[in-house]
């Protein structure tokens, strides 16, 4: 087996004036769940189209398990699979009839069918299979997308945004698939804008701001990266305290999906926060320490920190990856 | 590139052809279409004077395919060259389903070679549906009477029959031709109309350009000019100058045509 079934190195690509992608680096080994984080616009899709050979990228180097190639004309190699943004079908065809055609494209004709039913099967599209696509809603062919992927037995597979259409059973589903074919020894590269469902997902993350890698290492490392203790915060105006803390000098208060807020201050700074709260007629009913949630890191990332980030990144890439990672 | 990779790619292409209408319709028009001709021919009571051979379409079946031919060059075999050739590519983009044929086990140079394959086996099957069917209709709605041939000659029906196949023969290189036009449209402009429409209106345009007074040279150098070259095979003395230089004008496109479509598809950023 490889050591790395991903290894992506100083990837560049520009469109014009504007720079996709600036030598980019991502590393992944067979077995990991491997998240790619950034904003819309950050160059997650365009470095996806880049390592299955979609685009052509200007500068730098691409090995999938170990295999370099010439991108812009090589086949993408045996095992590995994927999809990037919506997977799209012939919409005049039943799903059934397009993993038969993705079949016989990859060449497999006799046990062609087995694997079809057993794709289907897994995910769990069978009743609707002799449908023909055209009619398929958008989570339905992101469900077809993972069945067309599967059916190359990948050791490493590339997902899009693979639950943006899902509703949260076939969700779960599919995560429980990335995570068994992880398990099987499958390197999987997870793009979401799900913060939730990559920190509980991968136990690798690369951020990427702007076309630059912002972060690189496990999810954990990048919790260490915060540079102030985190408080979780329930008060009876989470509203008002949220714009009191704008007006605290040291203060950095976030509004969680909860409905808690989770403030980032040293001690002596919270302490005059909660007084200005009780000044304020806000009662504190909850204040305990918090585990940053990998949201706020990411936003921080994204907006303000991505310089002063970018050498502890790298830091965390010499452990995760080779050494011309980090160079 | 591979043998196995493009026959796989064909494959697939062939299937995908095989479950689409617009493919049933034009080989059904293709087969249908002669004999609803020939009837008509028949129950009329003028013919089609200004047409070669049409003072014969009662005297003799054999006729009939040489109408149809003659009548195809037109616009015909422009619309069934382009009908699966400006389609073939475009087609990728138009269900945005680039992305998953390209992250199978082919290469682009077996998908194209693939594809280009398919458009020319239906271009080709379309024109034979068509001759076989015109002979077809020919003999069994008008007879298979002699034929008279370009110089007054009375060609017998052994004969008739074997210069009827040779003639629609030579169209094949001409149609070939417009289905490289149409696969390089298809790859260039990323929409099925402009594939499809184009080179049926460049083979207008071409068609036209024999009325107006202009240089020879390029008169020779358009590839509808290939589709009259099979008069020279209906004289008493037959003659195959224009022929050559049709087939070599016809080889010319395609060349030029599959070369600069193959390379736009080689370097070109899917999605990005």
Request: charged share 20%.
């Amino acid at each position: 087996m490889e050591r790395f079934a991903l290894e992506a190195l100083g990837v560049s690509k520009r469109y014009g004036r504007h720079e996709a992608l600036s030598s980019v680096d991502l590393v992944a080994r067979p077995g990991q769940l491997h998240g790619l984080l950034g904003p819309n616009g950050a160059g997650k899709t365009t470095l996806m189209r880049v390592m299955l050979g979609l685009v052509r990228c200007d500068a730098g180097a691409v090995r999938l398990l170990g295999a370099g190639r010439d991108l812009s004309i090589g086949r993408v190699p045996d095992g590995v699979a994927g999809f990037v943004e919506t997977p799209a079908f012939y919409p005049y065809l039943s799903g059934r009839k397009n993993l038969a055609l993705l079949v016989r494209l990859d060449g497999d004709g006799g046990a062609g069918g087995d694997r079809v039913e057993r794709a289907l099967e897994q995910i769990g599209l069978g009743p609707q299979a002799e449908v023909t696509v055209g009619s398929y809603s958008a989570g339905m062919r992101q469900r077809l997308g993972l069945a067309a992927a599967l059916l190359r037995s990948p050791r490493l597979l590339f997902l899009d945004e693979p639950t943006s259409s899902l509703d949260p059973r076939g969700a779960r589903d599919v995560r429980a698939i990335a995570r068994r074919l992880a398990d099987e020894g499958t390197a999987v590269i997870w793009s979401s804008h799900d913060m939730a469902e990559v920190e509980e997902l991968c136990d690798m993350l690369t951020v990427i701001d702007r076309g630059r890698v912002v972060f690189s290492g496990a999810t954990g490392e990048l919790r260490q990266l915060a540079p102030a203790a985190v408080f979780l915060l329930r008060t009876s105006n989470n509203d008002a305290a949220l714009e009191l803390a704008s007006s605290q000098p040291g203060v950095r208060a976030t509004s969680l999906t909860d409905g808690a807020l989770e403030v980032s201050a040293d001690i002596e700074a919270l302490d005059a926060y909660v007084v200005a709260l009780g000044r304020a007629g806000i009662a504190v009913r909850l204040l305990e320490r918090h585990q940053r949630s990998l949201e706020s890191l990411f936003l921080d990332l994204t907006e303000h920190g991505a310089a002063e980030t970018r050498a502890a990144s790298r830091g965390a890439m010499n452990d995760s990856g080779p050494s011309q990672a980090a160079s | 590139m591979s043998i196995r990779g493009v026959l796989a790619v064909t494959g697939v292409e062939c299937t995908k052809l095989a479950a689409q209408l617009k493919t049933r319709i034009v080989l059904a028009a293709c087969v249908a279409g002669p004999f609803g001709f020939a009837a008509a021919m028949r129950v009329q009571s003028s013919v089609p004077t200004d047409t070669l051979f049409g003072r014969s379409v009662k005297e003799s079946g054999f006729a009939i395919p040489l109408v149809v031919l003659g009548f195809g060059a037109l616009w015909v075999f422009p619309v069934l060259a382009s009908v699966v050739g400006g389609d073939v590519f475009s087609a990728e983009d138009r269900y945005g389903t680039w992305t998953t044929i390209l992250t199978r086990s082919r290469s682009r140079s077996e998908v194209f070679g693939g594809k280009v394959l398919t458009a020319l086996g239906f271009s080709a099957l379309a024109v034979a549906a068509l001759a076989v069917s015109s002979v077809a209709a020919g003999v069994l709605v008008v007879g298979s009477q002699p034929l008279i041939g370009l110089s007054g000659e009375l060609v017998p029906p052994s004969k008739a029959l074997i210069s009827v196949a040779l003639a629609w023969v030579t169209v094949l290189p001409p149609t070939l031709g417009f289905t490289a036009l149409a696969a390089v449209l298809s790859v260039a402009t990323r929409n099925s109309a402009a594939g499809i429409g184009l080179p049926v209106v460049a083979g207008l345009m071409m068609q036209l350009y024999a009325f107006v007074d202009g240089p020879e040279t390029l008169r020779q150098l358009l590839i509808t000019s290939a589709f009259g070259a099979w008069h020279g095979l209906l004289t008493a003395t037959p003659y195959y100058g224009p022929l050559l230089e049709g087939t070599m004008v016809s080889a010319t496109y395609i060349v030029v045509c599959l070369v600069v479509a193959y390379r736009m598809l080689r370097r070109r950023d899917i999605g990005g």
